[in-house]
């Protein structure tokens, strides 16, 4: 097996992902066709409302009614990644949230996000970070400790933090402490 290294991304294993507006559309593709765009976009939902679930490449592709190879190719060269990928983006972002957020354990959060070994959660958390779970969870904390009652207010835009919660934003009061 031949491995790829992406060393330019700083992440061991993932390629780099294209800025936006950086996206490029294979040659293949032809923008004067939507009804492949719109089929490969509604398989990338389909995968993103599925990604805690084990979920086979076929599968997938039957979504956009192409091969397995095709639908692979097709999907790489359309959103900068495999779907494989795209799956693993999605996990570690929903288990970085659930370790900020939860008092679950490692655990019990590396099979809510879709992976069936703690090990393989945990090497490949520990790859795409730098920090295996526990020890994101633990740095997390020491760095933003005093907030740990508003941890879910981070993932909130500040619009609606006004609306519900009231009063200033973090960024409100950082920009008024730092004003002389």
Not at 24 to 41: M, N
Not at 71 to 88: A, K, Y
């Amino acid at each position: 097996m031949v491995r790829v290294d992406y060393a330019e991304n700083g992440k061991e294993g993932m390629r780099p992902r294209p800025q936006p507006g950086q996206e490029r559309i294979p040659s293949c593709v032809r923008l004067s066709d939507p009804a492949t765009l719109a089929r490969l976009c509604r398989a990338r939902d389909w995968l993103g409302d599925r990604f805690h679930e084990r979920v086979l490449l076929a599968d997938s592709a039957c979504q956009a009614y192409l091969s397995p190879f095709y639908f692979s190719r097709l999907f790489t060269e359309v959103f900068g990644e495999t779907p494989h990928e795209f799956v693993t983006r999605l996990r570690i972002a929903r288990a970085k949230r659930l370790l900020l957020s939860d008092h679950s354990s490692v655990t019990d959060i590396c099979f809510e996000v879709g992976y069936e070994s703690l090990g393989s959660f945990s090497t490949r958390f520990h790859t795409l970070t730098g920090l295996s779970p526990a020890a994101f969870r633990r740095e997390a904390h020491r760095l933003f400790g005093g907030f740990r009652s508003r941890w879910p207010l981070y993932y909130v835009p500040a619009c609606y933090q006004r609306f519900y919660v009231g009063g200033e934003t973090p960024q409100e009061s950082r920009s008024a402490t730092s004003a002389p």
